[in-house]
């Protein structure tokens, strides 16, 4: 089984019975679920990166969540996610219609990576990539 470094490192904790290689199709091909739906707002303007060849669309939303102490006081705990959009049209609609601060509904699957930094170190990367966006009028709109 050929992987590429970055990968052979993080299956590198993952016991070996649990990785298959096949040299032809495997007998059994069992449906899994990698399904994501995130309802929030965007962090910043999207971001249009890659080549001409193979342009993506990048964007940030951020969704929370609010619960209690035992001492009555609120809290409000923020996630960022990063979502990556390849599908032609809808990236064009990301560039073109959505903004920082805007309310978006996306779904799409999650995936797991390396990026290299600007200082050349490899660090792991979670990423949403979209199959659709939906944009959400402000009320004050």
């Not at 649990?18 to 910043?44: C, F, H, M, Q, W």
């Not at 080549?51 to 001492?71: G, I, L």
Request: one cysteine or more.
């Amino acid at each position: 089984m050929f992987l590429r470094p970055t990968a052979a490192r993080l299956l590198s904790n993952v016991p070996s019975c649990l990785i298959r290689s096949y040299s032809s199709a495997p007998d059994r091909i069992e449906k899994t679920v990698n399904t994501v739906t995130l309802l929030g707002r965007v962090g910043a303007d999207p971001q249009k990166r890659g080549s001409e060849a193979h342009p993506v669309v990048t964007f940030s939303v951020a969704t929370h969540s609010n619960y209690r102490y035992d001492s009555g006081d609120w809290m409000q705990k923020t996630d960022w996610h990063r979502v990556v959009v390849f599908k032609p049209a809808l990236r064009d609609a990301v560039m073109n219609y959505l903004r920082k601060g805007q309310r978006t509904m996306v779904t799409g699957k999650i995936t797991y990576g390396e990026i290299t930094d600007q200082e050349g170190k490899q660090r792991p990367t979670t990423s949403v990539i979209a199959d659709d966006v939906i944009f959400l009028q402000n009320q004050s709109q």
